[in-house]
């Protein structure tokens, strides 16, 4: 399961509601929504991508011999979780492995997508068997793919560039419940960093919502400003907290934070994303097979 996006530019104001729990978005926040869609050309591959890496799983389980079979399906979007889990059903499946492509844990987050599917399950005449994933962020599958990108990445850059790992944030309040968010998001770059033999990174959140409420930081232009008061001018950021190319990535990274670094002298790349990746695919088989759904 992914997040979901518009298919068009038409569809942006009905993704947008969707998304805000049906309240329509007022014609300032609509356009500004718009604006970013066209700096990116107008959609994202989120969706694409996300039905890529559906088939390349399924061909990578039908290899070893599994007959688990493989849905996609998405929150804010079509196709919509609570249509997949009815498909799924009416296609003779009995039980039912969800994951969401989001590695690192929040109720707000990934508990929302574990929710839609338990009361999509719930609704059926005939229920399936429910096993969920609440998070994955320590797998060694996941943590190689991600050292395997940055090693890509840092070949273009000067020996003693400055790796951020960044993360879409989340409003503060999560942290009086014990969530585990922020603390799975550190292990992961630590794990990350072990492997790589990198002790000069540090971690930022980007893509926070405009409210009045506090959300988790820094925020990731604020922390480029900051390090480059403290004389770094070379930075690679690694966006741990997402799987797939999208909104989030191609325009809050590769627009904002680059125009950022042009402003200011800096040099500033972004490693890939998992997206389809041989490394994903085979965390992704890995975690339905320890599942026992062979």
């Avoid at 990116?40 to 890529?52: D, M, N, Q, R, Y």
């Avoid at 492997?195 to 000069?200: E, N, P, S, W």
Wanted: charged share 25%; with cysteine.
């Amino acid at each position: 399961m992914a997040y979901g996006t518009p298919k068009s530019l038409g569809d942006v104001d009905a993704y947008y509601t969707h998304m805000r729990g049906g309240q329509k978005p007022s014609t300032p926040e609509l356009e500004n929504l718009i604006d970013r869609y066209k700096a990116i050309g107008g959609t994202s591959p989120l969706i694409a991508i996300s039905e890529l890496l559906r088939d390349k799983l399924q061909e990578r389980l039908r290899q070893s011999g599994s007959s688990t079979r493989v849905y996609t399906a998405m929150k804010h979007s079509h196709p919509f979780i609570a249509d997949v889990v009815r498909r799924v059903a009416d296609d003779g499946i009995d039980e039912l492995l969800a994951v969401a492509l989001a590695p690192h844990y929040s109720k707000m987050s990934v508990g929302t997508y574990m929710t839609a599917v338990e009361a999509a399950n719930s609704a059926l005449p005939r229920k399936m068997k429910l096993d969920i994933v609440l998070s994955w962020h320590d797998r060694p599958k996941l943590i190689q793919a991600w050292t395997d990108a940055i090693k890509r990445s840092e070949r273009n850059l000067p020996e003693d560039y400055f790796l951020i790992f960044s993360a879409h944030s989340l409003p503060e309040k999560i942290l009086a419940s014990g969530d585990p968010y922020r603390n799975e998001l550190v292990e992961t770059s630590e794990l990350i960093t072990r492997q790589l033999g990198k002790a000069d990174w540090g971690f930022a959140f980007q893509s926070a919502s405009h409210s009045k409420e506090p959300w988790l930081g820094p925020d990731i232009l604020s922390y480029l400003q900051e390090m480059l008061e403290k004389g770094k001018s070379s930075f690679l950021i690694a966006p741990i907290g997402f799987v797939s190319d999208h909104l989030e990535i191609l325009y809050d990274i590769d627009v904002e934070c680059k125009e950022w670094a042009k402003a200011h002298g800096a040099q500033l790349a972004r490693c890939d994303s998992l997206n389809d990746s041989v490394g994903i695919i085979e965390c992704l088989s890995s975690i339905i097979t320890e599942n026992h759904y062979l």
